[in-house]
């Protein structure tokens, strides 16, 4: 393997480990560990770090070495601040800008999530749930969107691991609703529905917000998450 392949390797190792918390929020990363283990010198592991500081799944501190992007109370609630808008323009966009190519993917990414349902784990499920929304992303299309976007992603994966460890009938049966509304917004895509598509962003996060927020409500939040301060019905 290459130098670049095993940069690559690495970059894909940390943002898998972050995405399903095997890196916790706010871990410190052994970057001699790290070198040792993907056979790079500091400097294309500093790249890397660098790389993925920008793009949201690490935190770079001056003099004090990396982490993983920590969760703090301002930054849940922000989340759960945008997502839901961020997700509705998304997936509206998606359904106006979406190429047949993109669709056949996403019909892929969809078949591979609801095997995960049946038979994989959480971090299975985590994994395929976060590629299906990746690709409606690039349907997009939109260079200020996507950014944000991305950075949701992490942190929906990340507080929504809870998601796919059901504990309950009803919350396993929410798990199967959430891939047939996967199928509605493929749907909605392919008839070009973009108010449909949009309408479907809201349904899927009010299926996951219910619960992910019983496992993640801090009590110093000054607003309830999911809502703005002066929140439209």
Request: hydrophobic share 40%; with cysteine.
């Amino acid at each position: 393997m290459s130098a670049k392949d095993r940069k690559t390797a690495l970059s894909e190792h940390l943002k898998q480990a972050v995405l399903t918390c095997d890196l916790a929020p706010g871990q410190d990363l052994d970057e001699v560990a790290l070198c040792e283990q993907f056979q790079l010198s500091r400097t294309p592991v500093r790249e890397v770090f660098r790389e993925l500081d920008g793009e949201g799944y690490l935190n770079l501190r001056e003099g004090r070495g990396v982490r993983a992007a920590e969760l703090s109370h301002t930054t849940l609630r922000d989340f759960f601040l945008a997502a839901p808008m961020v997700y509705g323009a998304v997936l509206r966009l998606a359904a106006a800008n979406a190429h047949s190519h993109q669709i056949a993917r996403l019909k892929v990414a969809q078949e591979t999530y609801r095997q995960t349902l049946r038979s994989g784990s959480a971090t299975e499920r985590t994994l395929a749930n976060n590629t299906f929304h990746l690709i409606t992303g690039e349907m997009a299309a939109n260079i200020y969107l996507l950014p944000s976007f991305h950075r949701l992603l992490i942190d929906h994966a990340r507080i929504g691991m809870t998601f796919y460890r059901p504990t309950s009938n009803e919350m396993a049966s929410n798990v199967s609703d959430s891939a047939d509304q996967h199928d509605d917004m493929i749907a909605a895509i392919e008839a070009r529905d973009d108010q449909r598509a949009a309408a479907l962003a809201d349904a899927h996060w009010a299926l996951s917000r219910e619960q992910i927020e019983r496992f993640v409500m801090p009590a110093a939040l000054d607003v309830p998450l999911g809502s703005m301060s002066t929140r439209a019905s």
